[in-house]
Nanobody, 114 residues
C-alpha cells in the first residue's frame, strides 16, 4: 500500500523558515502529481501547493511567493520550502496525491509563534 511519511516540522518564530519532506513508497512516484496540504485545529484540510509530473507548480494565494514545492523522483520525495512564515501558517502539514488521495500519513506539525 501507499505510505506517506512527512517530516521537518517544528516551532519557528514569525518570519522564519522550515523545509518539509515527504517520503513516498508503494507507488510509481514519478507518475503522480503531488501536493502539500495543511489542517489547522477546527479547520478543513486545504491544498496549499501542488507539483505535477512535469514539475509545474500551483499555490494558494496565501502562500504564493513564500512557499516552494519541489520533488526528487530519484528519492521518491516531495519537499515544501516554507519562508517568511506567519502565525496563520500554523497547522499540521500532510502530503498526498491531489488526483487520487491515499490514506493520510501522520503529518508534521508546524507552529509559528513568538
Amino acid at each position: 500500500q501507499v505510505q506517506l511519511v512527512e517530516s521537518g516540522g517544528g516551532l519557528v518564530q514569525p518570519g522564519g523558515s522550515l523545509r518539509l519532506s515527504c517520503v513516498v513508497s508503494g507507488m510509481i512516484f514519478r507518475l503522480y502529481d503531488m501536493g502539500w496540504y495543511r489542517q489547522a485545529p477546527g479547520k478543513q484540510r486545504e491544498l496549499v501547493a501542488r507539483i505535477t509530473v512535469g514539475r509545474s507548480t500551483n499555490y494558494v494565494d496565501s502562500v504564493k511567493g513564500r512557499f516552494t514545492i519541489s520533488r526528487d523522483n530519484a528519492k521518491n520525495t516531495v519537499y515544501l520550502q516554507m519562508n517568511t512564515l506567519k502565525p496563520e501558517d500554523t497547522a499540521v502539514y500532510y502530503c498526498n496525491v491531489p488526483t487520487q488521495v491515499f490514506v493520510w500519513g501522520q503529518g508534521t506539525q508546524v507552529t509559528v509563534s513568538s
